[in-house]
Structure formats: C-alpha cells, structure tokens
C-alpha cells in the first residue's frame, strides 16, 4: 500500500472506510431475488444441435432499503442480464424476483407500469445511450409524458429539478443542447436525471462510470451517493472493478459463471475473502505503488467457462488452485453462511 | 511518433530523435522502411479487434516480414510461430481464425504482432483496457517478461496510475497536451509535486487501505483554446497570481515539474 503523508499538504478529512449499512425498515427489502434462473436458447439447425446459454443460473439475494449491492465480476459472467431480468427487460426461465414484496417474475408487461416507474436503469455507454435526435429536455420529459405527467409546467419544473439534482446547473443552459455537446461525464449525470425523472425506488447501475476518466469517474459515483442519501434510492451496482465497488458499495456480490459465489458487507469481503475466484481478483488489481513492476502478478490460469456447457461441479474448479478431485468437479457448491452476512459457494471455504 | 496522424489534420513540430536521429526529417517512405515496425512498433488500445477475421493468425503475424523484409514465406511463418510461442501462446493458434481465440488470446497475438520485426521500442496505447482484470493481470505479466528478455523500451500510454505502475521506471503525467510533471516512478507516487498529480493519486480508487478517493473539480479545458498561464490553473485550489498569466516551466534538477509553486518564478 502507498504510504503518503499529506506531502501534498492538503487535508483531507477521511470518511469512514467502510460505508455503514442502512438501518432496516419495517417496509421490508425493496427486492428479493429468489432462485432466478435466466437462459438464452439458441436454435438448433440442421447439423448443429440447439441449447441453453445460461446467463444467470440459480441466482438469491437481497437487496434493502436506501443500500447499495455491487455485483462484480468478469465480462461475460451474466451480471448484465441479472441486472436486466430483475427490470424485466428480459424474460426470466425460473425462480422468483420480489419487487417491495410483489413476485414480478411471470407479470405480463401490463401489470408492470408501477415498477417501470420506480425502477430505473443506468447504462454503461453514454455515447449511444442517449438519443442524439432528442434535446436534453426532451430526454427528460419523455418518461414523464409516457407516465401521465399532462401539464407542461410541472414537466418542465421536473426536468430543471433533475438536471440541478446531478448537478448540471443552470438546468436553463442545458435543457436546450443536445448529446454531441456534452462531455462523456455530462452525459453520464443526464442518464442518471433521467434515471431520476420518476422519483424511483431502485436503480439498477450497470457499469455507470467504466467508459469515463478515473477522476470523472469518482464524481459520478459520489453523485450517485449523495442522490441515495437524500431520496433513499437503492443501488444494484453493475461493475467489473473491485476497486471502486469497494468504496461506493454497503456489500459486493462477486458473480461468476452465472452464479453469486461469494456475498457479503464490502469490508469483511475484501478483509477476509472465502473464495478462491474471489482472492484472486483482488490479486490481480494493483495499487498505484512503484514496487509493483518488481514482482510478477499472482494470477490464476485460464478463463471463465463457457455459459453453454459449463464445468459440472463448481464451475470455477478447472482454474481453482486449491480444488479437491471427486468433490469440487462433482458436487455444485451452494452458498452457506459462514461468516455472520457473509456467504460463500466454496466446498474448502472454513 | 509513428507519424499516423492523417496528413491535413496534423501538424507536426519539434523533433524526435529515435536511437540518435532525428527522425522526423525523414521522408515518409524512409520512415517506413526504416523505423516503423523495425525500430517503433505500437499496440493499440482494443487492437485485438482489427485483426482480419477472414485471416489465420499465424499469417497475420508474419504479415510484416513478408510486406518489409521480402521474407521466404516458410521463414517468415517460422518467425511468427516463434513469437507467438514468446508471447506464451500454444503454437497450434497459428492455424486458428481470430473469433476462434478469446480477447487474451487475441491481445497476445496483437503483442506477437508488435514484436515480429524485433523493435527496439514499443508504443503501448491502453493495451489492456478492453480486458478483464485477471486478463489484464496476465497480459501485464507477460509485458514485464518481455521486457526482460528482449532489451525492450516501452512507451506505456494509460489513463491508470496503478496499471502504469506496473511497468514504468519513469512517469510522465500529461495535462491538456503537456508534460506537467515527470520523474522517477518512486518520486511520482511517493512524493508527487505538482497540484494535478497529488490529485490524480487521490482520485484512484484503492484496493488496500482507507483512503478514499477524491474527485478533481471542473473539467479538462478545450485543447483549442486552452487557458493562459498554467493550462491548469482554473482547477487548482493552490493557484496564486503568476498561474493566470505565465506559463510555467518544466524544470527540476532530476525530477521535472511545471507549476510556479514548485519553482517559484524568479524576482516574485
């Protein structure tokens, strides 16, 4: 770790290191999520025979009231889609998904209008997110329209409101412009004031900040804290960066192989990781500290498993440096709670 | 450097002299015979995903001793299948087509690439920031072995502190078009100078101990009008009267810095 006493000599106040879990409410979780199973079919043709990609493959979490829960892992373990069914953007195969107590999993899109409006999504790209044909006003009006917001001077008072809420200021100056002329960062707070406009209960952040620059980076998500703060929002935090999932999240779901092998409170998951896939992508993230170009990475051999026929067993045995032959490659691990919050899909794990 | 830059848009100044020579008096022809690939080659960011998808690798590979050395085809083939093995690939990817190797793989292959005319420099732009972590891990891992085995100079260009960390003996920390402080990679993250790379340190999200990370207010300024002075001032909570009007010098005995607080400007 890299020692610098304020040799900059500015002061810094720290904020505590760990981000303290919100109080629980008597309203319950804003969302459960029982099982869920997402699978993509592809077809078979003539020579070829047909299957399943399974994205998300027997999935359970909570997430609570005004709490931030980062889903990290690699690209390609199913943390998009996970992201996407729970907004039931796309179609779920089993299991169950509890928005404020209600299973949404098998509603039709009719019976979806009270969640479309409490529960919003953040993209990754603010390059092609954001409709270059529309002006920022009418970004932002559009979902207000769309959910019976007829009179045009509260559309209006909405949309100033959420361009001052993520700090584009005056909202007068940017109403009127367009995507071309704004920063990737300025166009990121506008996905996030359109995120906003509906005053939701959940967003789902799926890599918010991964196209931007690092310093931008960090204003955008302390955007995204003060905003949960003061409307209570909750965060699924989408990301494939431990780093920043450690500052800016209340737990970290580590995802692989379209599983959760690893969920727990950031600062006892990165004090004390229980799985193997787990340690080592902390391994592999390096600090700003010059020793590091004087010793080689610890990295484990491999990559991820292919969604189709993934490994029986864990699927994370192939690759695990401590697997244990006729157990890890036969038995799938479940999560235990081994730890107090702290669960873990690992055979050795103790 | 490579002198990529379409002809009407860019506008070249100053010199660079590579192993001695002033190569940008070269003709372009010259400079293609003489110095791309042989002398600088160059990894670009995401360039795994411009290899020709309709080509085996292996030949993609030997392509450059084919097009500048006029290579025997068998040779040039043996060439490439040896550098594909030193980038810690298995040798029968040579036959494969690039959708059939994974974004690690192909980045290696890229790698391979850079290194078949045995440079003796390598511009690497971003070369890991399409990958994964633990892809990234690997491929950094590599870099550094190469590095060792073949005498190479890197020219590593990133937007990652830490990542930079991890091959750089030198840091060069670059604002709105200039050099705003450079030195040795102990100096820079132990004991940062100028104001932009205390705050570029503090906005990394660590992965070890407390700090948390910062942000630097406002953004970076319009490279076509860019602001008069230091091209940082109007971001900078230490900025005082000469930071408005004058551009500092980058100027240090080993350790180079470009900011008035630093070396005070003289008679003030």
Redesign the interface.
Known sequence: MLARESEGGSLIIEPPSELPAPAPSVEGPILAVENLHTWFEFGGGLFRKGGFVRAVDGVSFVLQRAETLALVGESGCGKTTLGRTILRLVDPKEGRILYDGVDVAGFPEKKLRFMRRKAQLIPQDPYSSLNPAYSIFRTLEEPLRVHGVHDSSARQERTAKALEDVKLVPPDLFLPKYPHMLSGGQRQRVSVARALILDPELIVADEPVSMLDASVRISILRLLESLQQKYRISFLYITHDLATARHFSNRIGIMYAGKIVEIAPSGDLLREPLHPYTKALMDALPDPDPENRLRERPIVPGEPPSLVSPPPGCSFHPRCPIAKAGLCDVVVPELRELRPNHLVACHLAE | MMKLLPRNVARYEGKVIFDGKDVMELSDEDFRKQVRWTGISIVFQGAMNALNPTMKVGYQVAEPLLVHQDAEKDEAMAKAEEVIRSVRLPEYVVERYPHEL?G?MKQRIVIAMALVMKPKMVILDEPTSAL???????I??LL?KLKQEEHLSYLFIT???????????RVAIMYAGKISEIG???E?????KH?YT????????????????????G?PPDLVHPPPGCRFHPRC?YVFEPCKTDEPPLKGDSRLVSCWLVNPKEGA
């Not at chain 2, 503090?202 to 910062?214: A, I, L, N, W």
């Open positions: 994974s690690g994964d972590t633990m892809t990234q891990a690997s950094i891992n550094k937007h990652d502190l830490a990542l930079a960390s991890e091959l750089a003996e040795t990679a102990e820079i993250y132990r004991s940062p104001p205390q705050k570029l340190l503090e906005s990394v999200p660590r992965m070890r101990g407390d700090q948390k990370p910062t942000f630097i207010p953004a909570e």
